[in-house]
């Protein structure tokens, strides 16, 4: 149960990226008074919240039903983590923890940002998406895995409105550099959690075996 927490929780973390946000959200409202960030940290924050928890609790459902078998998901979903975690070591520039240029202008001009780019793509993403199917799909042997796993991703959404809330004081504490190393940190954390969901996923296919 409690590896169960600490890797649900790693993995939201990295792959949510409320340091990420936080230091972005504090870029594209710099004129903008602390009543208004708040607000449009909150609808973020509960839209990305709705988004994840739909993907995490019916995700897997679904699948099921279009008969993905629960190894396929597994190392699916472990190579997309994989890839992100990538992106997140060596912070490359088509990173999809980042936005592209033109995704780049329109989040300056959009009325509502809190939805583009903040609650979607930044928070829930792909990579998040992924990683809330795969942790219920290997939570379901274990009792309460699935409420763990549901804790875990709310604890992260919680920091992550915290972060967002206190955007641009956040920012001024932490310089570039640190940033940089706790994104790197997470990144290699979640290499190792996307590495055992694909040897995990193969083992439970079969394939391997005499």
């Known amino acids: 149960m409690l590896e169960t927490?600490?890797?649900s929780f790693t993995t939201f973390l990295a792959t949510v990226?409320?340091?990420e946000a936080a230091v972005l959200f504090a870029t594209l409202t710099p004129r903008m008074d602390r009543a208004e960030r708040r607000e449009i940290a909150i609808r973020a924050s509960l839209i990305a919240?709705?988004?994840?928890?739909?993907?995490?609790?019916?995700g897997g459902p679904v699948l099921s039903k279009l008969g993905?078998?629960?190894?396929?998901?597994?190392?699916?979903?472990?190579?997309i983590l994989l890839m992100l975690s990538i992106d997140m070591i060596f912070a490359r520039p088509g990173s999809a923890l980042k936005l592209t240029p033109t995704e780049g202008e329109e989040a300056h001009t959009r009325e509502d940002m809190a939805v583009f780019p903040l609650a979607t793509p930044l928070l829930a993403g792909p990579g998040a998406m992924s990683a809330g199917i795969l942790l219920a799909a290997n939570a379901t042997h274990e009792p309460f895995g699935l409420a763990v796993?549901?804790?875990a991703l709310l604890a992260v959404m919680a920091l992550t409105l915290?972060?967002?809330?206190?955007?641009h004081?956040?920012?001024?504490?932490i310089s570039l550099t640190a940033q940089r190393v706790l994104v790197r940190v997470f990144g290699i954390l979640l290499?190792?959690?996307a590495v055992q969901a694909v040897f995990n996923g193969i083992a439970a296919s079969g394939l391997l075996r005499a």
């Open 162 to 167: 915290a972060l967002l809330i206190a955007a």
């Open 49 to 58: 919240t709705i988004i994840l928890l739909t993907f995490t609790l019916l």
């Open 68 to 79: 993905v078998s629960i190894a396929a998901l597994q190392t699916a979903g472990g190579v």
């Open 5 to 7: 927490a600490l890797k």
């Open 149 to 151: 796993v549901t804790a």
């Open 191 to 193: 290499a190792a959690i």
């Open 17 to 19: 990226g409320p340091v």
């Open 169 to 173: 004081e956040f920012n001024s504490m």
